[in-house]
């Protein structure tokens, strides 16, 4: 978007991106900056760089127009599949199944009905289980993860509270998990899925979630 408008853009990612993003982001034009092992360490330098510099400051998941549109998805969701009754949405910092979790229960209130939104994070960085036990956002310490695309320590503030409300149930899924998800997306449906957007196959695969 912003070499389409030609505006300048600095892209924070921590040290461990996985490389094809990276290339492929400084391929759109971006200059990246490489920050630490999680993503709370590139928010902060991110921060630190607006403040600086003047540069306006877009959080991956922690505002509302972020949630508003990811919340977009939803909505297709629920127009390309009309009678569904359980949505699974992977979870980083929140941000994509606050909007699609809000979109999706306000539309399916509006016609009468109920949908449950279940949502998946990797064992190795659950930050929203430790959250919702404690009632307050916490940080965790992630392990070494292949999902690095949701690899986040501490969920989002505004996110926290719209899963508190909206989330019916939060499963997390191993890292052999996700592999065999990411085997079988391959070998049955014939579709290269990156580790974060299989967790959802993961966790049926895993037998967590059965309907």
Not at 12 to 28: E, N
Not at 150 to 162: C, D, Q, S, T
Not at 182 to 199: C, D, M, S, T, Y
């Amino acid at each position: 978007a912003a070499r389409e408008l030609d505006i300048k853009a600095t892209i924070f990612m921590p040290l461990g991106v996985a490389l094809p993003k990276l290339q492929a982001t400084r391929s759109y034009g971006a200059e990246v900056v490489l920050r630490g092992d999680t993503v709370e360490e590139p928010l902060k330098a991110a921060a630190e760089y607006s403040e600086k510099t003047g540069a306006i400051l877009i959080p991956p998941f922690d505002h509302p127009d972020v949630v508003i549109g990811q919340g977009t998805l939803g909505l297709e969701i629920l127009d390309q599949v009309a009678d569904l009754n359980t949505v699974i949405v992977p979870i980083g910092g929140g941000g994509l199944i606050s909007g699609v979790a809000s979109a999706i229960k306000q539309r399916a209130a509006a016609e009468g009905r109920t949908v449950r939104v279940i949502g998946v994070q990797a064992a190795n960085a659950a930050a929203y289980s430790a959250s919702l036990a404690a009632g307050k956002v916490i940080e965790v310490r992630p392990s070494a993860t292949i999902a690095d695309g949701i690899a986040v320590a501490k969920p989002g503030l505004l996110n926290f509270e719209i899963v508190r409300e909206l989330v019916d149930e939060i499963v997390t899924v191993s890292e052999a998990d996700m592999a065999r998800a990411i085997l079988v997306l391959l070998e049955r449906a014939k579709q290269v899925v990156e580790p974060a957007g299989a967790v959802g196959i993961a966790a049926i695969l895993s037998g967590q979630i059965t309907n």
